[in-house]
């Protein structure tokens, strides 16, 4: 089974910049779907955003939309969440999630996930 470990959160000022990392060891994510969800605190996990790897299509959650992109090395097995003109309900736990079928969004039930990354954005 893929490992995932997500990387890059922190603490960040309302209107600053943080890049996300999900590093995928063990299978190779060229057939995988990849997303990034988040949970907030009383909140359910939704996705973020997801790419097809060999694709390299994306799909946005409105609410990010502009101001999120992520991306993916190939070569390095890693996807990116890279955010920016971050918000403070911006703030939760982002987790990485890859769904073998490699299409979509990755589908909860299926998908590898991380353990998760902090990301806290201030007022």
């Known amino acids: 089974q893929v490992q995932l470990v997500e990387s890059g959160g922190g603490l960040v000022q309302a209107g600053g910049s943080l890049r996300l990392s999900c590093a995928a060891s063990?299978?190779?994510?060229?057939?995988?779907?990849v997303g990034w969800f988040r949970q907030a605190p009383g909140k359910e996990r939704a996705i973020v955003a997801a790419?097809?790897?060999?694709?390299?299509?994306?799909v946005y959650a409105d609410s990010v939309k502009g101001r999120f992109t992520i991306s993916r090395d190939n070569a390095k097995n890693t996807v990116y969440l890279q955010m920016n003109s971050l918000k403070p309900e911006d703030t939760a736990v982002y987790y990485c999630a890859a769904d073998p079928t490699g299409w979509g969004i990755p589908r909860v039930a299926i998908s590898s996930w991380g353990r998760g990354t902090q990301v806290t954005v201030s007022s």
């Open positions: 063990g299978r190779t994510l060229s057939s995988y779907a």
């Open positions: 790419i097809n790897w060999s694709g390299g299509t994306t």
